[in-house]
């Protein structure tokens, strides 16, 4: 395939055949793609990540309930999108399991399996609603997510483990580069008039 450029027209070779077209169509067909990759990767850049820490002690004994620390925090606000991140803490493993002991609705939303010591699990919430859960292994353990409530809960500083979470390579940031690229390459073209050869 072939492109070449005179005036407002790109002429495309392809296959023996010559296309004839307008270059203007093609950049607003550019920046309408790229108004619809900003704007479908704004809800990712932006949502939060919410620690909940399965506390030292909890699968011992059942004072952590009277505490309401056997997830800490017990009750967690957070906005749609959001994802939250249940670190275990304790000796022992434990898990974080959507529902209450006495549903029958257990772990149909989530269910983390055993979570091991020092080890971590996520989950983002994608609609707005009441969640209740808590630890099969130590059904006394009982925790909220509250979706689309009005204030974030403040994370508590979780106490060093020996094994810290593994870090995605990108992050969230590969979908903001991306767009930054088509934007660059759209700008490149508006200014040259000339469609950059890959």
């Excluded at 169509?25 to 550019?30: D, E, S």
């Excluded at 979570?115 to 009441?130: E, H, I, M, P, R």
């Excluded at 930054?180 to 950059?196: D, E, F, G, M, N």
Aim: proline share 9%; with cysteine; net charge negative.
């Amino acid at each position: 395939m072939v492109l070449i450029e005179k005036g407002d027209h790109i002429f495309i070779m392809a296959g023996g055949s010559l296309i004839t077209m307008k270059s203007k169509p093609i950049g607003a067909l550019f920046g309408v793609l790229t108004l619809v990759a900003i704007l479908g990767i704004t809800p990712h850049a932006f949502a939060a990540t919410t620690n909940i820490v399965m506390s030292p002690g909890a699968g011992a004994g059942q004072d952590c309930v009277t505490a309401k620390n056997c997830f800490d925090p017990s009750v967690t606000n957070i906005a749609v999108g959001d994802t939250v991140t249940w670190t275990n803490n304790d000796k022992v493993g434990h898990t974080s399991t959507s529902g209450q002991p006495s549903d029958n609705q257990t772990g149909t939303v989530w269910d983390s399996s055993l979570v091991a010591a020092g080890k971590s699990y996520s989950f983002t919430f994608q609609n707005a609603g009441d969640y209740h859960y808590f630890c099969m292994v130590h059904p006394w353990m009982t925790g909220e997510i509250v979706v689309g409530g009005s204030t974030p809960t403040p994370s508590p500083s979780p106490s060093p483990s020996p094994n810290p979470p593994a870090v995605p390579e990108f992050g969230s940031i590969a979908p903001i580069v991306l767009a930054i690229a088509v934007i660059s390459i759209v700008v490149l073209s508006a200014k040259t008039r000339t469609i950059p050869k890959l």
